[in-house]
């Protein structure tokens, strides 16, 4: 198993610019998340999916929007990228809730200049 | 609002000691706090989760503690090793864990020194 899986590694953009970050799982997993880490502030949470075409919004969800067409795949969307959206992502996804870990990605690092 | 607070931010150790990293949660009802480690550049890889219904786990030379009552939980680590240098988080479910969305703390940065 890959586990969680994440493109790109590395982004710049400009502002303004727009951008898909991917995510895939080969686990099966019905839960899938996506979290920002910016320095010294802990993992915010941005959006998350219970399921092929369910997604919900987390703590942190304006300038982004999502899509779970399938069980392996949940992209990120950035419409309109802004200098506050710099950050790393992770994208983490878990077999159910309440009791299971979840199983994070390697992390995208995006700058917006 | 479930609130996560982690002290110290960092700590530094020399080789061989044990050390303990503390993280404290506002609303005792979780089901279960989990603790991660992260190193530079990569993402978290889950080291304990203990269950409300546990007051500890262990998995080699780290155990985890977990009091609900006062919103505490303890990572003691035994006989440190450089290789233990990273970032360690704790995290709670929010609202009770029906979706398993987590709740960091900003985590603690623990460096030892051979």
């Known amino acids: 198993n890959a586990g969680v899986t994440q493109t790109p590694k590395f982004r710049i953009l400009k502002i303004g610019q727009s951008m898909t970050l991917q995510c895939t799982q080969d686990?099966?997993?019905?839960?899938m998340y996506w979290y920002r880490q910016d320095p010294g502030m802990g993992l915010k949470l941005i959006y998350y999916?219970?399921?092929?075409?369910?997604?919900d919004k987390g703590e942190v969800p304006n300038g982004y929007n999502v899509s779970r067409s399938t069980t392996e795949d949940f992209p990120l969307r950035l419409e309109l990228a802004a200098p506050s959206q710099t950050s790393v992502y992770f994208c983490?996804?878990?077999?159910?809730?309440?009791?299971?870990?979840?199983?994070f990605g390697p992390g995208t690092r995006l700058t917006v200049l | 609002k479930q609130e996560v607070t982690q002290i110290p931010a960092a700590l530094s150790v020399p080789e061989g000691e044990n050390l303990v990293l503390n993280c404290s949660f506002t609303?005792?009802?979780?089901?279960?706090l989990q603790w991660f480690r992260q190193d530079p550049g990569k993402g978290l890889t889950s080291l304990l989760l203990?269950?409300?219904?546990?007051r500890e786990q262990t998995s080699g030379r780290l155990n985890a503690s977990l009091d609900k009552s006062s919103g505490r939980s303890t990572l003691y680590i035994a006989a440190s090793q450089p290789g233990d240098s990273a970032t360690y988080l704790c995290?709670?479910?929010?609202?009770?864990?029906?979706?398993?969305?987590?709740?960091f703390g900003t985590g603690t940065l623990l460096a030892v020194q051979p």
């Open positions: 983490a996804s878990s077999y159910s809730a309440g009791i299971d870990t979840q199983y």
């Open positions: 686990m099966n997993h019905n839960y």
């Open positions: 999916s219970v399921g092929a075409g369910i997604t």
């Open positions: 609303d005792s009802a979780i089901y279960n």
């Open positions: 203990i269950q409300s219904s546990q």
């Open positions: 995290a709670v479910p929010d609202y009770g864990g029906a979706t398993n969305k987590l709740i």
